[in-house]
């Protein structure tokens, strides 16, 4: 998997995260466990978070990759129908309402989204 110039990860070409589209899923190891994270394009920005709603730890999407709901304003928990900002990942309606979805840090550079891990997402082991 190619790197960056630190510990950050590879997920993609950038042009694999549409606008309000279809994000992009990802492995990682949340608190020790496995489990995926995913990247979306909002407001010609990329944001990536934990795969795992703030209400029941469990993934968001419906079918891979798809996290927006029809509008493509927001992201929606497929299972419970709560809905998130992209851009902060607060729950703005729903049964979660006032949470969050744990954010992971990325950013693009030369052409590509990277991912860096933290205290409690890391890589998984190769």
């Given at each position: 998997m190619?790197?960056?110039?630190?510990?950050?990860?590879?997920?993609?070409?950038s042009e694999q995260v549409l606008e309000g589209g279809k994000g992009v899923r990802f492995a990682v190891s949340a608190f020790g466990d496995k489990?995926?994270?995913?990247?979306?394009?909002?407001?010609?920005?990329?944001?990536a978070y934990l795969n795992r709603c703030a209400h029941v730890p469990i993934e968001?999407?419906?079918?891979?990759?798809?996290?927006f709901e029809s509008s493509g304003l927001y992201l929606m928990c497929a299972t419970?129908?709560?809905?998130?900002?992209?851009?902060s990942g607060?729950?703005?309606?729903?049964?979660?309402?006032?949470?969050?979805?744990?954010?992971?840090q990325v950013r693009e550079e030369h052409g590509n989204v990277y991912w860096t891990p933290d205290e409690f997402i890391k890589a998984l082991a190769q």
């Amino acid at each position: 998997m190619a790197e960056a110039s630190d510990s950050a990860q590879l997920i993609c070409p950038s042009e694999q995260v549409l606008e309000g589209g279809k994000g992009v899923r990802f492995a990682v190891s949340a608190f020790g466990d496995k489990a995926t994270g995913f990247v979306v394009r909002y407001g010609g920005q990329v944001y990536a978070y934990l795969n795992r709603c703030a209400h029941v730890p469990i993934e968001l999407d419906w079918a891979e990759g798809e996290f927006f709901e029809s509008s493509g304003l927001y992201l929606m928990c497929a299972t419970h129908g709560a809905i998130y900002v992209p851009d902060s990942g607060f729950c703005a309606g729903g049964p979660c309402k006032g949470g969050r979805l744990r954010p992971i840090q990325v950013r693009e550079e030369h052409g590509n989204v990277y991912w860096t891990p933290d205290e409690f997402i890391k890589a998984l082991a190769q």
